[in-house]
């Protein structure tokens, strides 16, 4: 099978090359910055932007992406389940 991504710059603009599941964490940061959160059953979601910022708090419903860098979701406030980081590696 051929890979689209072979040989392709990496871009933050573009697709994701992974998604990895999220435990959310009050202490720890993702083990990679996220371009983009995708939360299977909505909720409040609570996490740090990239931007080192406060603390951000969203209600997101089923089945969102919310495009925001994000580098720590907390456990504290998050009622989202089903959190998946979209990253580039």
């Known amino acids: 099978m051929a890979n689209p991504f ?3 710059a990496v871009s933050i603009s573009g697709p994701a090359t992974d998604i990895i599941p999220v435990t959310p964490d009050d202490s720890n940061d993702l083990p990679d ?3 983009a959160l995708f ?3 909505g909720g409040a979601l609570v996490f ?3 931007s080192g910022e406060a603390i951000r708090t969203v209600n997101v419903g089923d ?6 860098g994000a580098r720590r979701v907390h456990a ?3 009622t989202a389940s089903g959190i998946h980081a979209l990253v580039i590696s």
């Open 48 to 50: 740090d932007s990239v």
């Open 33 to 35: 910055v996220a371009i």
């Open 63 to 68: 089945g969102v992406i919310l495009p925001v």
């Open 6 to 8: 072979s040989g392709r």
């Open 39 to 41: 939360v299977e059953s």
């Open 76 to 78: 504290t406030g998050t």
